[in-house]
């Protein structure tokens, strides 16, 4: 029986976003609007939880959601496998998309870009910051790759583990961040009979742009 989910919608009435309101620097806001979000979702959330899209070589996207790790003037940074999927398509294509939503704020922010690789000490430094296992794992997952069954990937940290037994455990090199120079952010304010507020903030010239959309 097909599902609908025509009927399946709340109104938002929260809030409003006015540019009053709005500082001229989005990333300023970005990091307000993540502080409030970290410290009103409930039940408890990682905030910092965002989907990443990321486009292929033959134009096919694609979306996950991953954590961000940080967030500065130079852009939004994040972690993994250069060799995974994600990895692959930024390697042909550097540009992405991010969408971060925080519902019990009835907000959205979109970030969309240009993406670098991080350099290797700060890779390193956060590889390092890691739990055990979380190491271990960048080691022995091939990312994106087909396992035969659970066990296969049982058996290859296992094997990892052995390895570093008597080995230091550093960084692999097919292992890093990325930071995404942002290049357009988007505002958006859930309102009353989906009439949202919207802020859009461009970058023109080394300088921010801010106009307002319609929902």
């Avoid at 390193?124 to 022995?140: E, I, K, Q, T, V």
């Amino acid at each position: 029986m097909p599902l609908s989910l025509a009927q399946m919608r709340r109104n938002y009435t929260l809030g409003g976003l006015h540019e009053e309101q709005a500082p001229d620097d989005p990333l300023l806001m970005f990091g307000q609007w993540l502080e409030q979000a970290r410290q009103t979702e409930s039940p408890p959330v990682e905030a910092n939880s965002m989907h990443l899209a990321t486009v292929d070589a033959e134009g096919q996207p694609h979306c996950r959601v991953l954590l961000l790790k940080g967030v500065s003037q130079e852009g939004f940074t994040f972690f993994g496998n250069y060799q995974s999927a994600k990895g692959q398509e930024l390697a042909v294509n550097p540009r992405a998309a991010m969408t971060f939503f925080w519902p019990g704020l009835e907000r959205q922010v979109r970030v969309e870009g240009r993406v670098v690789r991080l350099a290797a000490q700060l890779s390193d430094a956060y590889f390092d910051s890691r739990p055990l296992a979380s190491r271990l794992g960048a080691w022995a997952s091939p990312q994106s790759r087909p396992l035969a069954d659970r066990e296969e990937l049982q058996a290859l940290l296992a094997q990892t583990i052995r390895r570093f037994v008597d080995e230091p455990l550093r960084r692999p090199e097919h292992w890093g961040g990325y930071c995404l120079e942002p290049e357009r952010l988007e505002f958006w304010q859930g309102r009353a009979d989906r009439l949202h507020d919207r802020l859009d903030y461009r970058r023109q010239n080394g300088q921010w742009r801010r106009q307002r959309l319609a929902p």
